[in-house]
Structure formats: C-alpha cells, structure tokens
C-alpha cells in the first residue's frame, strides 16, 4: 500500500542546474498538487492538476514547470534552479468532489532540495 | 484568492491540558475545513475535518467547531499526550494553508 511515492528524498542542485522531482500515486485520484513548504509559511502551492492532461497554476508557479500524461505521475521541473527554490517539497493527491472540491489530501514524505 | 489566518503560531500546554487552535478565513464559498497534522520529517495527514452543513464534529479527544457565519473554525485537543506535539495546519478547501501552529506537549 504505497500511498503517494515521492523521488528523491534528498537533493543539492548549483544554480542554474535543472532536475526533476517525482511523484507517483497508486490510489487513482484524480487530483495531484505540489507544495513547497519554507519556515514560517506553512505549505504554499505550486501547481495542481484535476487529472491526465489538465494542469493548472497554483500560488507560487514562477520557475517551475509540470505535466499529467497518466493518472498515477505528476513530476514537477526544475528548469533553472535558483537558491530561492531551497525548500521542502512535497507532493499530494486527493479524490475531487465535483463542485466540494477535494477530499482527504494525502501527502508524500517531501523531497529536500538544496539550491547553492 | 483566499486569506487563511490560523493562530497561536506556537502553543506550549501541560500534558493533560486542552489546545485551541483557532483559523480565519476570507472565501465564504468554502465548503471544506480540514486540519492536517504533520511531524517531524513526515508529510502532513489529516486529522479531522468538517462540511459546512455541521456546526462540529468530535473523533475520541479532537474536534473540529465551525462558525460560517464568522469564518473560522477551530481544532480542540482535550486531554493532551506528549504524542500530539507537532506542527497542525488548517486548508480550507484544500486551497491555502494556514502558516501552521506547533503544539508542544510537557510531559
């Protein structure tokens, strides 16, 4: 019972560097969203995505980039990597609910990304 | 967008004691108030939650109370355990996080 998988756990990028974090889901949810979470700002979201080819912009969007070719994967690149995007990363997934939104949001374990 | 609000940031109680965490919000559409709780080095997990069709809802030694009409709503933890401390959030909608409140727990 996998839940929402998230590769890598641990990251150090240079600037300017591209990469891309993973995330895969075996629940069949519709819904996946990143978040980036930084100290005293709780989790801020980055995109989200309502199923395969749909993919929206979220809070913070600037300097990262994503797509939904399947219903189980949602990975979120990094083009050009800037000590601003040092955070915690961590990616969810959720049953929509017609006009109700989401349901229960299930969390991955978050990927460290270090920018220098 | 949606302005979410959530105090204390911090909360130190005496194990046994009660804990409120209290959070606002602006979009009077929400129809979802969830609470995540997250430990260290983990993903957040949701704990309780509530539709607006309910004014509060009670699981064993949490509950969540909601007051539309204000817009806020509220995570009660009776009896506390060292075990509760940790950082919780609340996600109206699931659409914007509260900047979290760590409870911790005195043994």
């Known amino acids: 019972n996998a839940g929402v998988t998230q590769t890598p756990k641990f990251q150090v990028l240079k600037t300017g560097q591209s990469m891309t974090l993973q995330c895969a889901q075996d629940?069949?949810?519709?819904?996946m969203s990143w978040y980036r979470q930084d100290p005293g700002m709780g989790l801020r979201l980055i995109h989200y995505s309502v199923g395969a080819g749909i993919t929206d912009q979220g809070e913070v969007p600037n300097g990262y980039n994503v797509s939904r070719s399947t219903t189980e994967d949602f990975p979120l690149r990094l083009l050009s990597a800037a000590p601003s995007q040092t955070s915690v990363y961590f990616c969810?997934?959720?049953?929509?609910?017609?006009?109700?939104?989401?349901?229960?949001?299930?969390f991955g374990e978050g990927s460290r990304l270090t920018v220098l | 967008g949606e302005n979410v609000e959530q105090h204390p940031s911090t909360l130190s109680v005496q194990e046994g004691d009660s804990a409120v965490i209290k959070c606002t919000y602006s979009d009077s559409a929400s129809n979802y108030f969830p609470w995540y709780k997250q430990e260290l080095g983990k993903g957040p997990q949701l704990i309780i939650d509530?539709?607006?069709?309910?004014g509060e809802k009670k699981d064993q030694r949490i509950a969540v109370t909601l007051n539309k009409t204000a817009k806020h709503f509220s995570l009660h933890i009776t009896e506390t355990q060292p075990e509760d401390s940790a950082v919780y959030f609340c996600a109206p909608r699931n659409m914007r996080f509260g900047a979290g409140t760590r409870l911790t727990v005195k043994p």
């Open positions: 969810a997934s959720a049953w929509l609910l017609g006009t109700s939104g989401t349901g229960e949001l299930f």
């Open positions: 629940m069949n949810h519709e819904y």
């Open positions: 509530i539709r607006s069709n309910v």
